[in-house]
């Protein structure tokens, strides 16, 4: 064969990969990679870029969010980060995407308005209870009433 198979993904991998292809996840994917390539594009212009237009630095950062993404206790009911109560970004992760954000997002509504409005949109939805348990990506499971004590 002339090119090499990667590895079969672990059931857990198998699982982060398929939650991103619900479509709130694919555009919340789709509104960080339009958000970095404007700010990269106009903060990074002589550092060489891959691919998809980004240097080094934005592309590591476009891999953290995507892979944080993927493991969102929340799945496809994800709230905007903002307005999140679990925050999966480290700190440094953290301020650089709000340094991104912050530069990206009037010129989002220009260069991308449907993206913009949605996240717009997103972010007014109240954010859902916090699951239970490690990787819940489900529906919260809710506990029944403890019996009163005597």
């Given at each position: 064969m002339d090119h090499e198979s990667s590895p079969p993904l672990s059931?857990?991998?198998?699982k982060r990969a398929a939650r991103l292809q619900t479509p709130r996840l694919k555009r919340e994917q789709a509104t960080m990679?339009?958000?970095l390539r404007l700010y990269c594009t106009d903060h990074h212009r002589g550092a060489a870029a891959d691919?998809?237009?980004?240097?080094?630095?934005c592309a590591d950062l476009l891999a953290y969010s995507r892979k944080r993404l993927a493991a969102c206790p929340f799945g496809p009911e994800k709230p905007t980060c903002v307005n999140c109560q679990i925050h999966c970004?480290?700190?440094?992760q953290r301020e650089e995407t709000r340094v991104v954000m912050r530069y990206a997002g009037p010129r989002m509504l220009l260069r991308h308005p449907i993206l913009a409005i949605a996240h717009v949109i997103d972010g007014k939805r109240p954010a859902p209870p916090k699951?239970?348990?490690v990787n819940a990506a489900g529906p919260a499971t809710t506990m029944p009433p403890a019996e009163p004590s005597a």
């Open positions: 059931a857990g991998a198998a990679e339009a958000m691919a998809e237009g980004l240097c080094p630095e970004y480290g700190p440094q699951p239970r348990g």
